[in-house]
């Protein structure tokens, strides 16, 4: 069964550097999107992308975050300058269309010292 | 804004129990109403979902109806098994000025099914 994949499983960065996360969502799918989970609190959404370009992004994703589809298959969250409250566990998610369920990776859990 | 109310956590059961998650939103329209459950160590997977009021979801012998009246979807299971064990997920969708369909969730419900 076709899935959504996450590299890596668990980052750890000092503050102020930049990190990327991956994501491989299914192969036909066209929306994709990225959440995130602070320890202990609700599972926010961050960005949504379509058509190689952001449809939607949350008051969350400020300057310091940017997504990219740089090839065919890969979807990239990076995070140029990170903070300490950026520690969280990050998913990626994409969809075949609008209104069709959402399917996630397994997530990659960053750690900001 | 939108927003999920899921009950709190955790929920211990033994095995053959019978299971209810409670979920109540709010929403300025007429949202997809989902419920995500998320085994250890694994992404989010979509377990159910309903997309106007009185539908029902089903899966997995788990079951919820989109109560429009009630603004609620609770999630039941007539006889819970030790594989159940897992975190729950209430979410909401609603397209945001025709563009997509980005999930609002609740907090999560950690439910351990015991021997």
């Known amino acids: 069964e076709p899935e959504v994949t996450q590299t890596p499983s668990h980052q750890v960065t000092q503050m102020g550097q930049e990190v990327i996360l991956r994501c491989v969502p299914i192969?036909?799918?066209?929306?994709f999107y990225w959440y995130r989970q602070i320890l202990g609190q609700k599972v926010e959404f961050l960005v949504s992308?379509?058509?190689?370009?952001?449809?939607?992004k949350s008051e969350i994703f400020d300057d310091q975050f940017s997504v990219e589809r740089p090839d065919g298959s890969n979807f990239t969250l990076k995070i140029r300058s990170t903070k300490l409250e950026d520690s969280a566990m990050y998913f990626c998610?994409?969809?075949?269309?609008?209104?069709?369920?959402?399917?996630f990776g397994p997530g990659t859990r960053l750690t900001v010292l | 804004g939108d927003s999920v109310t899921q009950m709190e956590g955790p929920v211990t059961l033994s095995e053959e129990a019978f299971l209810t998650i409670n979920c109540t939103y709010t929403?300025?329209?007429?949202?997809?109403l989902f419920w995500y459950v998320q085994y250890p160590g694994e992404g989010l997977q979509l377990l159910l979902k309903?997309?106007?009021?009185?539908d029902k979801g089903s899966n997995k012998g788990f079951e919820a109806t989109y109560r429009k009246e009630t603004t609620s979807f609770h999630l039941e299971k007539g006889s819970v098994q030790v594989s159940d064990s897992a975190v729950y997920f209430c979410?909401?969708?609603?397209?945001?000025?025709?563009?997509?369909?980005?999930?609002?969730f609740g907090k999560g419900t950690l439910l351990t099914v015991n021997p």
């Open positions: 998610a994409s969809s075949v269309r609008q209104g069709a369920g959402q399917f």
């Open positions: 192969s036909n799918h066209l929306y």
């Open positions: 992308f379509y058509n190689n370009e952001i449809s939607e």
């Open positions: 929403a300025t329209g007429y949202p997809s």
């Open positions: 309903a997309t106007k009021a009185d």
């Open positions: 979410a909401l969708s609603y397209p945001s000025g025709g563009s997509n369909y980005k999930l609002t």
